[in-house]
């Protein structure tokens, strides 16, 4: 909280006062020796999770990682992939699978869990097999895995860009990409795009100028040494930390999983030749049995308490994941686990 005083005379007395409430209501931690065990004074966290089991949201409360609670809302659909949740209109948006389409859902922050949610921003059924979403403004943009021009032994996927206006969303342009799409985020107008199938990053360059149909490469794609497989991805600009998924062996959704932590990213991307890699040295690897993670489908982060956020759609059947103290990396056991099956996609959102 900030507060403005603008006093010619006070007394020491209502000095000491008004620093005393000023102290207590600042933003506070909760140290009970884990020090990334963190409560933000007026801060709520939330973590939004779809599934292709059901096609339901599930919203965790994880202000407090001591005490996370959580809550379902019921859709329509019967398969969902990338969720993206606005504060402002307290709406939370989903790729439909079911449904090939965008979906949103209006005002949902007071309703009750359990309740079967009615979609408020509707889209076209334009898509084959959409996977993850990133939003820039009012435009979402939607990753399609399926298969473009019907030879299999020739990758490419295609980037959907929708632009809501008045409660709808509409197709603005399509863009092809020479490989398979899974997990996509924006830095600034940047787009980044997991390479599925690859251990690959892509970057586009000022991608949303691309304003019509049109198929592109890649301005620069780069190897992250140690992944097998990558499918989700996360970007945060104010600590410049990326973090990608490694599902790695696809037959075995158990335990081969993992997450890579890049720091200082703009630098290394930027010391990286197109073509080149990021070595594991210049990383921080999270995996192993106890982690829980077979198959890593998409993350999440919070850089002011560093916990990472998976949506894991193996092990178990399912799982949402979170862990902190990830510093030196490992096989460490996550500190928050919860079964949701056929998970596949999360979204942190700070109100």
């Not at 102290?23 to 999770?49: E, P, Q, R």
């Not at 898509?127 to 990753?143: D, F, I, K, Q, T």
């Not at 860009?161 to 399509?174: A, K, V």
């Not at 092990?315 to 056929?342: C, H």
Request: charge should be negative; glycine fraction near 10%; hydrophobic fraction near 40%.
């Amino acid at each position: 909280m900030k507060f403005k005083n603008v006093m010619k005379k006070s007394n020491s007395k209502l000095v000491v006062a008004m620093a005393m409430v000023a102290s207590t209501l600042a933003v506070s931690c909760n140290d009970n020796g884990d020090d990334n065990n963190l409560i933000m004074g007026d801060v709520k966290l939330s973590l939004f999770a779809s599934n292709n089991s059901n096609g339901d949201i599930t919203v965790y409360d994880v202000t407090s990682s001591q005490d996370i609670s959580s809550k379902t809302l019921v859709t329509s659909s019967t398969a969902a992939d990338g969720v993206y949740y606005d504060s402002e209109s307290e709406s939370v948006f989903q790729a439909s699978r079911s449904g090939n389409s965008l979906e949103g859902f209006v005002n949902i922050n007071s309703i009750l869990g359990g309740t079967s949610i009615s979609v408020g921003v509707t889209g076209s059924s334009d898509m084959m097999s959409p996977r993850e979403v990133a939003v820039n403004g009012n435009l979402y943009v939607v990753a399609d895995n399926a298969d473009v021009d019907g030879d299999m032994n020739t990758p490419d996927g295609t980037l959907y860009i929708y632009e809501m206006t008045n409660g709808s969303f509409t197709l603005r342009n399509t863009v092809v990409t020479d490989f398979k799409l899974w997990g996509i985020t924006f830095n600034g107008n940047d787009l980044y795009a997991v390479v599925d199938a690859t251990n690959e990053l892509a970057v586009f360059s000022n991608f949303l100028s691309n304003t019509t149909n049109t198929s592109i490469s890649a301005s620069k794609r780069i190897a992250i040494e140690g992944i097998v497989r990558t499918h989700g991805i996360t970007y945060d600009v104010g600590s410049d930390v990326l973090v990608m998924t490694d599902i790695a062996m696809a037959s075995n959704g158990q335990d081969d999983g993992g997450f890579h932590i890049i720091k200082d990213f703009s630098n290394k991307l930027n010391a990286t030749e197109n073509g080149g890699m990021i070595s594991l040295a210049n990383q921080t690897r999270v995996a192993g049995s106890n982690t829980m993670m077979g198959n890593p489908v998409d993350v999440a982060y919070d850089a002011d308490s560093e916990i990472v956020y998976i949506a894991e759609a193996g092990n178990g059947g399912g799982r949402i994941l979170a862990f902190n103290n990830i510093g030196s990396g490992g096989n460490i056991s996550p500190m928050f686990n919860s079964d949701l099956m056929a998970a596949s996609s999360v979204y942190l959102a700070k109100e």
